[in-house]
């Protein structure tokens, strides 16, 4: 274990090679102490019935910060968050592939986004003692350090970053009265069958629910609603259950399956609308569904609105200049405006602190930091029973949780963005 200063992380040149200070000089300004650990002491999915839990009264809590309280039988210090990530720092000296690289910087983000939520919430009187460690992107280590005397006693654990490795710490991790965070894995809660953990990051499950309702709601009489299921892996994912979503919501509408452009062509309707979803973001399929779209919308009485799969937000589509006459609309988890007043100030507190623009991960640790945080400050170690209570919308990311008994709290927070200008916008 290595006890550090507490004072900001500057940020310069090759982030691999801050990366390999950060067992240095991990901030920790509005922490009461920070530390890295090298080593440690020792498919239906959601769509099961989630279930409320009773919030607890405030005015019960009496505890002091930094107190050793009773969870369960098990001890924990009331403000202790560990944070675990994947620094990699044992392989700095050795071979660096790209993939290191990438997730060095990862982890480094996300921890320097929430250092800055931290720092806020401090000035609100919600101090913390921050554990920042090593994961190592490790299965076998990572299951070492569920039972690590400064991991066990945290009120609060967030990470593992990967799926083998959030599984592996949470079999291990005793306290399931103690939530642990998954803050980037999209993987679906169900697949770790671990109840105290909490899922950020929307499945593609809760991605296709959200999408298929809203469209269900687009939908007037004389209306057609075209599934474009080019048989891609993405589209088998997206699509699974897209069809009896929409009909659970609106009973009336119309709505078909097509396999190919050429299907989806002979289907037309010219009595209305046709809302045409693509469960594919491959960007051929995409292109070809377009031109298509592009040359029947030249005809007489041919309207379209088209819908897509939330990977669609990587493409580019400056060349198809119908884009904004098909309104195209996806669910997305990254909220990030740009020109939002408290955006700008977190970019420019983050470019003063860390000398970089922020990145999405960045984002992303500063709104854990500013949800988790302030639930603990103020419900102490209750804060668990507000989770599905207390909503939460950041620069990045809308919390929205539901509790589900066998595995744990998921997100179900998405926004809508519509294609507008040569560039998606929150609607």
């Not at 990699?88 to 929430?114: H, N, P």
């Not at 060349?319 to 996806?330: H, K, P, V």
Request: charged residues 20%; contains cysteine.
């Amino acid at each position: 274990m290595i006890s550090v200063q507490n004072r900001p992380l500057q940020l310069s040149g090759n982030k691999i090679w801050v990366a390999a200070l950060v067992a240095l000089c991990l901030a920790s300004c509005t922490t009461k102490k920070s530390t890295v650990l090298r080593s440690p002491s020792s498919g239906q999915g959601e769509q099961q019935t989630a279930v409320t839990k009773p919030a607890v009264d405030k005015d019960k809590i009496v505890a002091k910060v930094g107190d050793i309280q009773d969870v369960n039988g098990h001890a924990v210090k009331n403000n202790r968050i560990a944070l675990l990530l994947p620094f990699e720092l044992s392989g700095i000296a050795g071979t660096i592939t790209k993939e290191d690289v990438e997730r060095s910087s990862l982890a480094l983000d996300f921890y320097q986004g929430f250092q800055l939520g931290l720092d806020k919430i401090a000035k609100e009187g919600a101090l913390f003692d921050l554990q920042v460690i090593d994961s190592r992107d490790n299965v076998a280590y990572n299951a070492t350090l569920g039972t690590s005397a400064n991991v066990k006693d945290a009120v609060l654990v967030v990470g593992p970053v990967y799926p083998r490795e959030i599984k592996s710490f949470g079999q291990t991790f005793a306290n399931k009265n103690v939530l642990q965070v998954s803050p980037l894995a999209a993987t679906m809660a169900s697949e770790f069958s671990l109840p105290n953990l909490v899922s950020i990051t929307p499945s593609i499950r809760t991605h296709s629910e959200t999408l298929a309702k809203y469209v269900a709601d687009q939908y007037y009489t004389g209306d057609q609603i075209l599934v474009y299921d080019a048989g891609d892996d993405e589209s088998k994912q997206f699509l699974v259950n897209f069809v009896s979503e929409i009909s659970k919501a609106n009973a009336q509408a119309k709505v078909k399956t097509v396999m190919s452009v050429n299907e989806l062509n002979n289907s037309l309707v010219l009595t209305g609308t046709n809302h045409v979803i693509s469960g594919t973001a491959n960007k051929n399929l995409v292109k070809g569904l377009l031109d298509a779209m592009d040359e029947r919308f030249l005809n007489p009485g041919n309207q379209f609105k088209l819908y897509g799969h939330p990977n669609m937000a990587k493409l580019s589509f400056e060349n198809f200049e119908n884009m904004d006459f098909y309104g195209l609309t996806i669910t997305s988890s990254n909220l990030v405006n740009e020109s939002d007043s408290d955006t700008r100030k977190f970019i420019g507190n983050y470019k003063s602190a860390y000398k970089v623009d922020p990145s999405e991960f960045s984002y992303k640790g500063y709104d854990a930091a500013l949800y988790f945080g302030r639930l603990i400050h103020k419900y102490g170690v209750d804060y668990v029973s507000r989770m599905t209570q207390d909503k939460f919308s950041g620069l990045n990311s809308d919390y929205k949780f539901e509790f589900y008994p066998k595995w744990g709290y998921a997100n179900r927070a998405l926004g809508i963005m519509v294609y507008h200008n040569k560039k998606f916008e929150r609607k």
